[in-house]
């Protein structure tokens, strides 16, 4: 079994929707537990690494070692989640082919070992990101995707010159060759290919000063979209710019540098959010934040907090989809997402979900999001880097602000609409509640599997 | 993950929770509720029981966002953005400690933390970031920000929780961290200074606020943050009898403000208002009521037959050993402010005339309002004859932190060496003097002359028009800003300082928006900017 | 004179310089122009001068192009490095696929809105 059919499973599965145009729901499913089942069984064998086509270090490299085998874990996950979710709704060809293509370039960002595959996964990803923000087809959409396209060509221009200048520097494309040379390079040659690779991937990780556009595409999206975009998405350009980072092994000073520019997206991201009036965009900033958290913990360079990183990866996946699709419950009910809608409509089981994914969020105990905290600034004490922690605590209290001004609304919800949820819907919802709950309490598990994965991950590349 | 040890110290905690909990579960609540304070319940066994510094802030946070949910069932938005953001402030301080003790200890299992090995500086930090935590919770100047609003505009059965028990949980820390964890020889004397004055500072402030008070439950959270700053500035001073002091008096603040709340909470219930501005001579037709909260204010004040008494004088006594002569001064003028404000509720409530609001007649109280308030007073009146029965078990708390135990004197006896008294001499010679002056009062009562209506006291020398408002001694009080430093404590705020700070994240938040929403070109070009800059710092 | 001119430093010369102009002629499009077909074509020209760049330093005078022929079935020293080839044959397939999806966006946001410039665009953004 090829690393391969993760990849290619989904594409067929796009391709040959003519077949079955009118049971796509039932296909989705089946292609999910599909791919679940390959992972598994690849799982076993981990680290594997496939050369395509010729011998290293020319051909077409993909990994799978415990840390892509997480963030590949995560991602089939929410595709099949996804596709429990959609199973009532009707056969749509549109979404189906994107949201496919999405995941089957999620994936591909994670499996990919080589810059070649790793440019192409990162344009195919990109295109599906494009096309599922202009899925509703009316003027935000466009003008969302629009936007999104701009920026992202000016993503696609800084990676490709780092590729160019490292192919012309060291002469292979393969990232076990490239790590193994990168340190030869010239002091000045290296930090132009990394400050090109900063920003080429800063843009599409969603880091300040690069993520000015992430609110508009939020807003322009369909909400469930957003959720996707928040779970899969910005995780996967993460994954793979820490990926190549630690196979070029920077100075420490890079590290520094990278924790507080994830430091100051946090900052920046929680203050907008703030005095936000759009609830999309309010959880496009706390998915920003997040982002920066997870960046910086990234760039601790430490085990421990990698680990921790790693959870809070998973757990925040796990949370703001649970918060976007129940928010598109709240805005099809009432009309809007403004903030007033907020406090508009009456669903005790959705105000419970909204509790557990702003808890989860903001780190508070039970919920899995604290044991992520929790984790992260242990490690950050133990290594030293106490001030950031307070820094972190710091801007979560303005977090705290607006994520319980908006829970003071539920409190009070005068002529409000009741709203009605699919009993599927609300099963597959308090679902991810449940998960987040239990992920609190007993964490065990999930931690080991994610100090393994931050092991692999800070081991750099399998070597051949 | 979580581990758990069954310690004296979290039995008396707990216990004390159990019983508010329990006795206010046969007053009138909403069901719905139900499982939030069910939550909150388990929140403090967790929080009490905790035998590792995760799980104590893990019980630490649940508490605190489920008071959230509890007080927001009445609370208008501002009142609960303050309560949840300081509350939080001060679990993120605390994490910040805990982070901060995992990392200089090697662990967060109280039975393996010791500060033998960590520098004087990191055990500083971890001090200051545990007291703005404990500050916070106990509503210490400046912080006390939150208190009185989430007391006072909780509902009434939920404010004698948050009073009574919730306001013990920095206590509760206190004790864990600066007598069980960070032993005296490791302990930064200037810091557990500076939370002494801090603790009684508070108290005077607080005092003098609640004396300013109209409505009931204001008042009651004044003094509720005042006496957990007498608890403060005791615990502050680290021995064994101050830790017996504060234990005693943290019993009996538990029941007497679960004696006051539901008080008032039976109050509000069956006239509609809270405000002693609108009340007045309710003690014709709530006499039980009025009985208790005399037996409550009594206990508050400190006067000498309650529990109140016992715990203000092991306080006293406490700051005497250890030498503390100024801050005694201090408490005590703080103390003789209590009596001002502890008279002003009884006053304000039943003595005096009833204002028209109150006129109108009031249902009977419901008997479920009494079994907490008479639990309390049972207590504190058992306390009160017997006050040395308590010492053995806080004994047995005091030796499962490692302090010393005192040596009790006897079931009828408090104190130590120094000084001591015996309740139930007391009790004798206060009832042989009662009972005299009643049987004296009943020879003489039936000679004076019973008015005809509530208007009719031209034996004061007035003759107020009809509608006139006769209940004017509750502006008791008014005439204390006219004293110079107690003015300037009136008239100042918290809010003008904590508004600021909001204000200012408010305005950082607008600008930071903006960034936001700026074209795709103009995104570009910062992109592009920020790309050539960072080129430029290198190249230079 | 001729000779020099054929020789591959020369080559390398003037590909770069090219490819830089051409580059910055596409920047300043995407900077600065407002109709969003001329940003899009703009990126394209960046892309292009990119592919330009990435080629012509890896052309060598003397070298054949890396395709197997009847004369030429091994990949050897005679050809050129195929690498670069390849990658940028994808790269431009991909920079063409972006460009029509970019266009026909475009396309349907002009039925919908009725203009076509970046600067009146305004539907996204946060009212305060």
Known sequence: MSLLSLIALPLLAVFLTPFYRNRLPIVSLLLSLALATVLGILAVRIPIVEYVSFASPLGIVFFLDAASLFFAGVFIGIMLWTALYTLQHKSDPACFVVRTVFFAGALGLVLSGDLFNLYIFFEIASISAYLLTALRQDQKGYAGAIKYMIIGSVASIFLLLAAMLIYLNIGYLTLPAIAERFATLPRDTQYLILLLLFVGFGIKTEIFPFNLWVADIYQAAPTRVDGLFSAVLSKAYLFLFFRLLYALRPEPDVYMFLMLTGLASFAVAEFSALTGRDLKRIFAYSTLGQIGVAFLALASHDPVVVSGALFLIGTHAIAKMLLFFALAIVEKGTGSVRVEAFGRFRSPFLTGLFTLGFLSVLGIPPLAGFIAKWTVFKGLAAAGHLWIVFAVLLISLIEATYFFRLLSLRARSEKSVPLTIPPGHKVLLGSLGLGLILLGLFPGTALELCTRAAEAFLAGVPHV | ?540 | MLETLDQTPFIHAVVTTGSFVIFAIGLVGVLSKKNLFKIFLSFSLMESALFLFFIGSHYARGKQAPIATDAFTLFDDRMVDPVPQAMILTTIVIGIAVLALALSFVVRYHRLSGHIRIDRMDELGDAS
């Open chain 2, 1 to 540: 993950m979580f581990s758990f040890a069954f310690t004296p110290l979290g039995h008396l905690f707990f216990g004390l929770s159990v019983l508010v909990f329990g006795s206010l579960v046969w007053v009138e609540h909403p069901r719905k509720d139900r499982m939030l304070y069910a939550l909150l319940l388990m929140s403090l066994g967790v929080l009490f029981y905790a035998a590792d510094l995760v799980t104590l802030f893990v019980g630490w946070e649940i508490m605190g966002w489920s008071s959230y949910f509890l007080i927001a069932r009445r609370a208008d938005t501002p009142t609960l953005q303050k309560y949840i953001v300081f509350n939080l402030a001060g679990a993120f301080a605390l994490l910040g400690a805990i982070a901060l003790i995992d990392a200089s200890c090697g662990s967060i299992a109280y039975e393996r933390i010791d500060f033998a090995a960590v520098p004087a500086r990191e055990t500083t930090f971890i001090v200051i970031l545990g007291l703005v935590a404990i500050f916070i919770k106990s509503g210490i100047v400046p912080f006390h920000y939150w208190v009185v609003d989430a007391y006072s505009r909780s509902d009434d059965l939920f404010s004698a929780i948050l009073s009574a028990i919730l306001s013990k949980a920095g206590i509760f820390l206190f004790i864990v961290l600066f007598f069980r964890l960070i032993t005296a020889p490791h302990l930064p004397a200037s810091l557990l200074g500076l939370t002494a004055w801090l603790g009684v500072i508070t108290s005077i402030i607080a005092t003098f606020k609640a004396i300013d008070q109209d409505e009931a439950k204001r008042l009651l959270a004044y003094s509720s943050i005042a006496q957990i700053g007498y608890i403060l500035t005791v615990l502050s001073v680290v021995g064994s009898l101050s830790l017996e002091a504060a234990l005693y008096h943290t019993v009996v603040h538990t029941l007497v403000k679960l004696l006051l709340f539901v008080n008032i909470a039976a109050i509000i219930r069956v006239t509609g208002e809270g405000a002693f501005s609108r009340l007045g001579g309710q003690m014709e037709r709530h006499r039980l009521n009025f009985v208790l909260m005399v037996l409550g204010i009594i206990a508050l004040a400190g006067i000498p037959l309650l529990g109140g008494f016992n715990s203000k004088f092991l306080l006293y006594t406490a700051l005497l050993e250890a030498h503390q002569g100024f801050l005694l001064a201090a408490v005590m003028f703080s103390s003789a402010g209590a009596f001002l404000y502890s008279y002003k509720l009884v006053y304000g409530i039943y003595l005096g005339q009833p204002t028209q609001a109150a006129l109108s007649p009031t249902p009977a109280i419901p008997s479920g309002y009494y079994l907490p308030q008479l639990l309390g007073a049972g207590i504190l009146i058992g306390l009160g004859i017997a006050p040395g029965a308590v010492v053995p078990p806080l004994n047995t708390v005091l030796v499962s932190v490692g302090a010393a135990p005192i040596a009790p004197l006897g079931t009828f006896t408090l104190g130590d060496t120094f000084a001591a008294f015996n309740g139930g001499v007391i009790w004798i010679a206060f009832g042989a003097i009662f009972l005299a002056i009643l049987s004296v009062y009943f020879l003489l009562k039936n000679r004076s002359v019973a008015p005809k209506d509530r208007y009719d006291i031209s034996y004061s020398g007035e003759i107020p028009p009809p509608g006139a408002n006769l209940h004017y001694g509750y502006g008791m009080g008014r005439e204390l800003s006219r004293i110079g430093g107690i003015g300037w404590i009136l008239r100042h705020h918290a809010h003008s300082f904590w508004g600021r700070i909001e204000t200012l994240a408010h305005d950082i938040s607008i600008l930071l928006r903006r960034l936001y929403a700026i074209s795709a070109q103009n995104s570009a070009w910062l992109i592009i900017a920020a790309f050539t800059i960072l080129l430029y710092l290198e190249v230079y």
